[in-house]
């Protein structure tokens, strides 16, 4: 037979060598997620974030385009109107009072995809989707107290826009497009969250509270997301710390906690006033 090459065994030092060359390789990888890995969640937010300018827009569309079908009266936050769903049926309450449904048809329908947040915590389309939960969810909470008007009161502190209101308090809420004293400042729509019922918070709900109504509604503590989402009238700032906000004359922008807490911004009567901290009956 022929003599086969001889191989000496591997010493110690050449074992060894192997193994740290592996090591090596497993500290390069862990080193290059860690690198890529804020570099894909930033990717992603900031998907997110445009996404939700967009419907933000969308939605300010279907506010103006309301208004222009409706002699420049704003779509109620919250009445109970007849509201078709996606399969051209009356939607039954509380799911035809919330804005979603109402607004759909001047925000370009069901095609144009008006997000919610389903109960896995995902934003995404409507399609497929529950009604109700639509209507419950979406990714933009509305200023239904001071825009539109809340005919239940219930985000309002019990407060329901009526003459008997109206006289006691102000115009309190802005219901025609030229009541606005500054609309580029008026929040109509913002990022929104609610509790859900496992008891996880999802990114959507169908209003926002402003900081001060007829009382203080937001907490005085510095806005975390462990919070109950009531505790800042149900706004998010999940965008690096911000909310994005779509106000009356169009113009949408990332807003902080210390800007939001200005109720000049969600006020009509606050903004006339020119008084930050302003809230009804004082």
Known sequence: MPNRPHHPPKTAW????????????IAIISLLVGLLTPMVMGALDRGRTINELALARNL????????????GNILPGYRNDLAMGPDGQPLPFPTSARYPWRLMPYAGGVDKRIMWADGRGRNTSIHSADAYAVSLTPTLGMNVFFVGGDDTGNSGQG????????????KFCVTRMDEAYDPSRLVVFASARMNGSD?????????????????????????????????????????????????????????????LRDMRRWSNLAALADDPSHSLGR
Not at 60 to 68: E, Q, S
Not at 214 to 240: C, E, K, M, T
């Open 14 to 25: 050449e074992s060894a060598f192997t193994l740290i060359e592996l090591l090596v390789v």
């Open 199 to 259: 008891g996880k918070i999802i990114p959507g709900y169908f209003m926002v509270q402003a900081p001060r109504i007829a009382g203080v509604i937001w907490s005085g503590n510095p806005f975390d997301s462990s919070l109950p989402p009531g505790q800042h009238g149900y706004v998010d700032f999940r965008h690096q710390n911000h909310a994005l906000v779509a106000h009356l004359d169009g113009n949408v922008r990332q807003l902080g906690e210390n800007e």
């Open 159 to 170: 407060i329901r826009p009526t003459a008997g209101n109206f006289a006691r308090f102000g």
């Open 60 to 71: 300010i569309i279907g506010i103006h385009n309301y208004a222009g079908d409706h002699g």
